[in-house]
């Protein structure tokens, strides 16, 4: 494939032990699966700035953007993702589903119940297997 890779940020937004998360519309690539809310990075902006506008826009929040997590590139068969992971504090507003079909807080055993894209997974053994992260 010879096109650019998709840049996307994404947050890690930990509350009381437990975790953010967000359902796809089913209408988009990978619908009505689980992801970590975020989204495309524009012209000119850095994987923080994109951080705190997508969440702005897809969850009504403002974010504190934290440290980088986890850095990765994932092929699928139409296209290539770069996804930068960064921890994130929420500042202000409560999330509500603006940008996406539903947003849930789980607890580290429920994490596995759900159903993430493929680029997810190493991301999904590095959360499973740090129970610091949870505290």
Known sequence: MGSKAIEVSAGLVF????????QRHPDVHLG??????GGKREAG????????????????????????????THAYPDRTVQLQFFLC???QGEPQPFGCAAIKWVN???????????????LLHKLATDPTLWR
Do not use: K, M, Y
């Not at 009381?16 to 967000?22: D, F, H, M, S, V």
């Not at 009505?32 to 809310?37: C, I, M, Q």
């Not at 994109?50 to 986890?70: A, N, P, S, T």
């Open 15 to 22: 509350r009381a032990g437990r975790l953010l998360i967000t």
């Open 45 to 72: 902006e850095t994987f923080e700035q994109c951080l705190v506008r997508e969440l702005h826009e897809e969850l009504g929040v403002e974010v504190e953007v934290g440290q980088r997590f986890q850095s990765l």
């Open 108 to 122: 580290q055993p429920e994490l596995p119940a759900h159903n993430f894209p493929a680029a997810d997974a190493r």
């Open 89 to 91: 504090r929420l500042r």
């Open 32 to 37: 009505g699966l689980w992801e970590f809310p």
